[in-house]
């Protein structure tokens, strides 16, 4: 079965610094994937879209990478602010949308 | 930017009766809707997927006859908990479905807080 992962459960870094999270995948690649933010008693609110053919995606302090061959993307925060500080999630789904597949979410911590 | 609107935020209901919680896109036509529920630190777990004027698809192991959704129009859909019991005290989120150019993009709602006592 389709399985999202983000291993690392929280990340703590210092204000300033970039933060950088992971989101695998197994079985199949997906026709986008999508990165969320969920501050604590709310829901995700959506950040970025990233296509299979695109390497590459930047919206002002955000990146995503997407590397079909390792199955993996990558989301970076530049200089990040305590602000930042949420849990972020990676979702998955196909051409038909019909499904999303969530990683379990990375907790940042941005210490000023 | 597209607005998904759920409803109530949150609720606090006796065990054994039933809780309706309604999710609304506000600006654009959601020709599908996703429900989900979230416990404490883990992430959000699909139930079920439904589709304006068609039975929703529910994940394995969601008892669709205690969580009964409805997908009545193309701005509504409603989740109702029924015979709750203190298990089903969790976070309800819903989502819908947008298409743009892009590709589509899901929205979510704010989420209902549902306690059963």
């Known amino acids: 079965s389709q399985k999202t992962e983000q291993n690392s459960e929280a990340l703590n870094i210092q204000e300033g610094k970039t933060a950088t999270l992971t989101c695998n995948y197994t079985?199949?690649?997906?026709?986008?994937l999508q990165w969320y933010r969920q501050d604590p008693g709310r829901g995700p609110v959506f950040l970025l879209l990233?296509?299979?053919?695109?390497k590459e995606k930047r919206k002002e302090r955000l990146k995503v990478t997407f590397d079909t061959t390792l199955k993996q993307s990558l989301f970076h925060i530049t200089a990040s602010q305590p602000a930042d500080s949420a849990t972020y999630l990676c979702a998955l789904t196909r051409y038909n949308f019909n499904k999303f597949y969530f990683g379990s979410g990375t907790k940042l911590n941005v210490k000023p | 930017g597209a607005v998904v609107s759920q409803h109530p935020s949150w609720v606090i209901c006796k065990s054994g009766t039933s809780v309706k919680i309604e999710c609304r896109s506000l600006?654009?036509?959601?020709?599908?809707m996703f429900w989900y529920r979230q416990f404490p630190k883990q992430s959000l777990m699909l139930m079920a997927t439904s589709n304006e004027g068609s039975k929703a698809t529910y994940e394995q192991g969601v008892e669709k006859d205690k969580f009964l959704i409805n997908h009545a129009s193309l701005t509504l859909s409603t989740l109702t908990v029924t015979s709750a019991h203190p298990e089903d005290s969790s976070f309800y989120i819903c989502?819908?479905?947008?298409?743009?150019?892009?590709?589509?993009?899901?929205?979510f709602g704010e989420g209902s807080w549902l306690t059963v006592v």
């Open positions: 989502s819908a479905s947008a298409r743009g150019g892009s590709g589509n993009t899901i929205y």
């Open positions: 600006d654009f036509q959601a020709t599908t």
């Open positions: 079985n199949y690649s997906p026709a986008y």
């Open positions: 990233i296509r299979e053919n695109e």
